[in-house]
């Protein structure tokens, strides 16, 4: 079984390559990418995981 952390590290190596290949195309881009990508973690830290018994 995977593991919540390694889904998470795959996430973030995911997310650095598609920054890195951006990167290269438009550096401004990928900073406005970089900005968004990390609001939207930032949130879902916050979140947390789903509670038992929630509907979805």
Do not use: C, D, I, N
Not at 15 to 33: D, E, I, K, Y
Not at 35 to 40: N, P
């Amino acid at each position: 079984m995977v593991t919540r952390l390694v889904l998470h590290v795959l996430e973030v190596v995911f997310v650095l390559a598609l920054l890195l290949g951006v990167g290269l195309w438009s550096v401004p881009a990928a900073l406005v990418l970089a900005g968004v990508l990390g609001v939207v973690a930032v949130e879902r830290t916050l979140a947390g995981p789903p509670r038992k018994g929630a509907r979805p």
